[in-house]
């Protein structure tokens, strides 16, 4: 118990120590050598491979607006930010975005759960929504419940979806549709979040948007692009040469798009490797092996 307390303050320390711009941690090259210099510990500590899963999962710099600009809420209503229950301020202890899919229910990544900031623990995180400038206005909602997909796999980072229950539903935001089950998209997506606009920097305070292309799974692939870790449950979006792509803070937020002639969720932020890098694609869990699961799960 007292290694698990010990490990779980690391876990809190180096997240926090993410958080800060490069100018204040001394560049963001020593953001990443604190994160690998964690790592060492954690794997000379000897703990079972899942404790060590566990916690550097939770360690990770969270995957993925660079190269955005300021939208209006009233055009992304379903959008909402996670913090943390204790925090009084929004902004600097936002830590993951989300889609309202239903009144009372938010879609994020598991990731965004499946961590020491959470660990699945509903009383950790509170939800804001109603609100395009994070530091004011919207409401901010209790959560009661957390459930994570069931094929969800923190290895592969796959099925990368959990639903957040809220203790009321929510009055200033409007759900978004889903795109249907099984279906694809294949044309230009939007993105949305209060992430940061540079690798490593601090989230913003206005509400942050960008278009981006769909990227055919093949194309991510790639040997010099993700080299066959792309799976049916993830879609991929970017330009080629970067440039454009969700950061960190951004995770769970929506990936959106115009179907049938009205927006659609498509996507969920998910992973990468840094943030508008050429040929490293933002990946986003693909919102089309799942909506039969969130359907099932909200009719409960």
Request: hydrophobic share 45%.
């Amino acid at each position: 118990m007292q290694v698990f307390a010990g490990l779980a303050a690391i876990g809190f320390f180096v997240i926090e120590v993410l958080s800060v711009t490069p100018a204040a941690a001394g560049g963001l090259g020593n953001i990443e050598r604190l994160q690998n210099e964690v790592q060492d510990i954690v794997k000379r500590a000897k703990l079972p491979d899942a404790d060590q899963k566990l916690i550097l999962n939770s360690i990770r710099v969270d995957p993925r607006i660079v190269g955005g600009e300021a939208v209006d809420f009233k055009q992304n209503e379903w959008q909402v930010g996670l913090v943390r229950a204790v925090a009084p301020d929004p902004q600097r202890f936002l830590f993951c975005g989300g889609s309202l899919v239903a009144p009372g229910w938010v879609l994020t990544a598991a990731h965004c759960v499946d961590n020491f900031i959470v660990n699945k623990n509903p009383a950790a995180l509170d939800v804001v929504d109603g609100t395009s400038f994070l530091p004011a206005g919207g409401e901010r909602l209790k959560v009661t419940n957390i459930i994570i997909h069931p094929k969800w796999d923190s290895q592969l980072n796959e099925y990368d979806f959990a639903l957040l229950q809220l203790a009321r539903d929510a009055r200033m935001g409007r759900p978004i549709a889903l795109i249907p089950e099984g279906s694809s998209y294949h044309g230009t997506a939007y993105v949305t979040g209060w992430g940061a606009i540079f690798q490593g920097g601090n989230t913003t305070t206005d509400l942050l948007g960008a278009t981006v292309p769909i990227v055919p799974n093949d194309a991510c692939n790639a040997k010099d692009s993700y080299n066959g870790r792309i799976t049916s449950a993830m879609i991929c979006a970017g330009k080629e040469d970067g440039g454009v792509d969700s950061c960190q803070g951004d995770s769970g937020g929506p990936l959106s798009a115009v179907v049938d002639g009205k927006r659609q969720l498509v996507g969920v932020v998910s992973w990468g490797e840094g943030c508008a890098k050429r040929l490293k694609y933002g990946v986003y869990a693909n919102v089309a092996v799942a909506t039969v699961w969130i359907a099932n799960t909200l009719a409960r």
